[in-house]
């Protein structure tokens, strides 16, 4: 395709008017509810109120829910936290972390632009090894049950001095027998323990950016296949040519392309510039222009559309 017969606009606004009232997915004529094209989890702007709220549900809870836990998105992430620091904290916030050090890995989530826990502290005796996740829950774990660590009534505030004054990631005495240490971790990673995300996404951000464009052609016979995969988290059968795709690197950008110039309609979905899906919709429809391209800026928030003529 002439390249210079592409042109790209900002887009005004992030709701699609929907003339229907037929729901896009299970094709009933249901009150309507706004659904995010690519998730607003994962920074997505274009909206439309095509789906019923019981399929809004659905694909939040089979596709969307947990989505940012998946190690392929954690990784997706983690670039942005110097390209956009403020939608990283969003995206990043409340997830598991590992933090390791001289005490070994521990858990961690970030909380308020913070890893929590910060800092391991372990007391040690004969025959266990207790740990707090700070110094203060120690000391108050000492006023409340001295003996459980060895430390009689009048011992408790020496003991205390003891832990207040001593240097980090060297364990000491606090007691004969036992001993205690203040770990301070020295790298992070995220938490990549969590399942990996359902492929379905990319077809469901697929099928409803051809919504957009079809309109009330999306009701065709020959989409079927892909509302009955997306509402029953069924195989997604060869009829759709679904591929899995990888690009080289990531990056701070979300894309959308369609292209009915081949056989079908084809959908791209690329995410955070690395994750791709490909998908070739059944059928030859007539509608123009020939190709469509979104694309998501992460670190400006704006979003373009590139049109044939």
């Given at each position: 395709m002439d390249e210079q017969r592409i042109r790209e606009t900002d887009v005004p606004m992030a709701e699609v008017p929907w003339s229907g009232v037929r729901c896009v997915l299970?094709?009933?004529?249901?009150?309507?509810?706004?659904?995010?094209?690519?998730?607003?989890?994962?920074?997505?702007?274009?909206?439309?109120?095509?789906?019923?709220?019981?399929?809004?549900?659905?694909m939040g809870e089979f596709?969307?829910?947990?989505?940012?836990?998946?190690?392929e998105f954690r990784l997706a992430i983690e670039p942005l936290q110097a390209a956009n620091p403020k939608l990283y904290r969003q995206m990043a916030g409340q997830r598991g972390f590992i933090l390791d050090g001289p005490g070994?890995?521990?858990?961690?989530?970030?909380?308020?632009?913070?890893?929590?826990?910060?800092?391991?502290?372990?007391?040690?005796?004969?025959?266990?090894?207790?740990?707090?996740?700070?110094?203060?829950?120690?000391?108050?774990?000492?006023?409340?049950?001295?003996?459980?660590?060895?430390?009689?009534?009048?011992?408790?505030?020496?003991?205390?001095?003891?832990?207040?004054?001593?240097?980090?990631?060297?364990?000491?005495?606090?007691?004969?027998?036992?001993?205690?240490?203040?770990w301070r971790p020295q790298t992070s990673l995220p938490d990549?323990?969590?399942?990996f995300a359902d492929p379905r996404?990319?077809?469901?951000?697929?099928?409803?950016?051809?919504?957009?464009?079809?309109?009330?052609?999306?009701?065709?016979?020959?989409?079927?296949?892909?509302?009955?995969?997306?509402?029953?988290?069924?195989?997604i059968l060869e009829s759709l040519k679904f591929e899995e795709l990888h690009a080289r690197e990531y990056a701070p950008f979300h894309s959308i392309r369609l292209d009915t110039s081949c056989s079908g309609t084809r959908v791209t979905v690329r995410l955070f510039g690395y994750l791709v899906w490909r998908v070739t919709f059944p059928g030859e429809q007539t509608s123009a222009p020939q190709f469509i391209g979104y694309r998501v800026n992460l670190i400006g928030r704006k979003h373009y559309l590139a049109v044939s003529d």
């Open positions: 299970c094709t009933l004529p249901k009150p309507l509810t706004l659904e995010h094209i690519i998730p607003e989890s994962l920074g997505g702007i274009l909206e439309c109120k095509f789906l019923c709220s019981d399929c809004n549900s659905k596709y969307e829910g947990g989505l940012l836990d998946s190690p070994g890995p521990v858990r961690a989530i970030l909380r308020n632009g913070r890893l929590t826990p910060e800092r391991m502290t372990d007391v040690r005796g004969s025959e266990k090894t207790t740990t707090f996740q700070s110094v203060s829950d120690l000391k108050r774990a000492l006023r409340e049950a001295p003996a459980a660590y060895g430390v009689s009534g009048d011992e408790i505030e020496s003991a205390i001095q003891r832990i207040s004054g001593a240097p980090e990631d060297t364990r000491v005495e606090l007691t004969p027998g036992v001993e205690f240490a203040n990549l323990s969590a399942p996404i990319g077809l469901k951000i697929a099928y409803e950016f051809l919504a957009l464009y079809y309109g009330e052609q999306v009701f065709h016979e020959s989409l079927q296949d892909a509302r009955d995969c997306l509402l029953s988290r069924s195989e």
